[in-house]
T-cell receptor
Framework: GAVVSQHPSWVICKSGTSVKIECRSL??????MFWYRQFPKQSLMLMAT?????????EQGVEKDKFLINHASLTLSTLTVTSAHPEDSSFYIC????????????FGPGTRLLVL | AQKVTQAQTEISVVEKEDVTLDCVYE???????LFWYKQPPSGELVFLIR??????QNEISGRYSWNFQKSTSSFNFTITASQVVDSAVYFC???????????FGAGTRLFVKA
């Protein structure tokens, strides 16, 4: 079946550095991908909707300049956390949309980010 | 606006007990999907069920069963004869049929003790 992968699964970085997280749809084309953030013991909160070939749509309260999203191809969306700070430490999950079955949405395994 | 409420933050049961996780949702859409996901400590979401808004039939899958009541906007999840491996966080979620935008509830953390 369809699979969404994320890379890396774990990342530790120093405060002030930028971190890029990749989300790939492995055997289908995803015109839309979603990025979620999950803080410890909390729910998944939608950060942004990534559309292939166009600008991402950000949810209220999410800084566009801090969380850069690029969806340059139908199989790859990237989230770059710029100038990361400890408060950005979280579990980032991407999911597909618009590909495969109309009713099916696939979630990636997530990326744990720890900013020291 | 869409909203999913899981009022139970944590539930602790002893193995073999039955447990029901509650989910209440709000939406103005007439057509939508409801989901339950399991999130074990590894973090990866495990899909459990999807239910269309026009299908109110209850569903049973092994020890899992779901009760969808459109009249009360609820989609409750029951685990029969719980097992230690059922320990996880369970999320109820709501999605519109157009844009795949999924809204998650706060989650219920289930502890099953041996």
């Amino acid at each position: 079946g369809a699979v969404v992968s994320q890379h890396p699964s774990w990342v530790i970085c120093k405060s002030g550095t930028s971190v890029k997280i990749e989300c790939r749809s492995l055997d289908f084309q995803a015109t839309t991908m979603f990025w979620y953030r999950q803080f410890p013991k909390q729910s998944l909160m939608l950060m942004a909707t990534s559309n292939e070939g166009s600008k991402a749509t950000y949810e209220q309260g999410v800084e566009k300049d801090k969380f850069l999203i690029n969806h340059a191809s139908l199989t790859l969306s990237t989230l770059t956390v710029t100038s990361a700070h400890p408060e950005d430490s979280s579990f980032y999950i991407c999911s597909s949309g618009g590909g495969g079955s109309e009713e099916t949405q696939y979630f990636g395994p997530g990326t744990r980010l720890l900013v020291l | 606006a869409q909203k999913v409420t899981q009022a139970q933050t944590e539930i602790s049961v002893v193995e073999k007990e039955d447990v029901t996780l509650d989910c209440v949702y709000e939406t103005r859409d007439t057509t939508y999907y409801l989901f339950w996901y399991k999130q074990p400590p590894s973090g990866e979401l495990v899909f459990l069920i999807r239910r269309n808004s026009f299908d109110e039939q209850n569903e049973i899958s092994g020890r899992y069963s779901w009760n969808f009541q459109k009249s009360t906007s609820s989609f409750n999840f029951t685990i029969t004869a719980s097992q230690v491996v059922d320990s996880a966080v369970y999320f109820c979620a709501l999605r519109d049929t157009g844009g795949f935008k999924t809204i998650f509830g706060a989650g219920t953390r289930l502890f099953v003790k041996a």
